[in-house]
């Protein structure tokens, strides 16, 4: 098992920018981290947590949903057990607490249970 910390959140205008931290810790954290693919999903208030983009273990592929394509990217820097989230041409649609997931299989899944050992989250707001 691996513990994440995702950073990164905050308020910020419409158009804006934020960028993402999710940090792998524990005993583990370094083999498992590098071994598997990782995800990023999001829960507004009342809404089901949703799939928003993911990266293959070694970086060279990503997903995203319809809705953040083109205005996020995802990415990850295995030597210092971290991912990231760049997001661009922010929405207030995009408000919602984001968090990191490690894929339970090698292919990166788009739904919830496809992951495991989530982070606690962070908040990310944006004013119209």
């Known amino acids: 098992q691996v513990q994440l910390v995702e950073s990164g959140g905050g308020l910020v205008q419409a158009g804006g920018s934020l960028r993402l931290s999710c940090a792998a810790s524990g005993a583990a954290s370094g083999g498992t981290f590098r071994n598997y693919a990782m995800g990023w999903f999001r829960q507004a208030p009342g809404k089901e947590r949703e799939f928003v983009a993911a990266?293959?273990?070694?970086?060279?592929?990503?997903f995203y949903s319809d809705s953040v394509a083109g205005r996020f990217a995802i990415s990850r820097d295995n030597a210092k057990n971290t991912m990231y989230l760049q997001m661009n041409s922010l929405k207030p649609e995009d408000t919602a607490v984001y968090y990191c997931g490690r894929a339970k299989t090698v292919l990166p899944g788009r739904l919830p249970y496809e992951y495991d050992d989530w982070g606690q989250g962070t908040q990310v707001t944006v004013s119209s």
């Open positions: 990266i293959l273990w070694s970086g060279r592929s990503t």
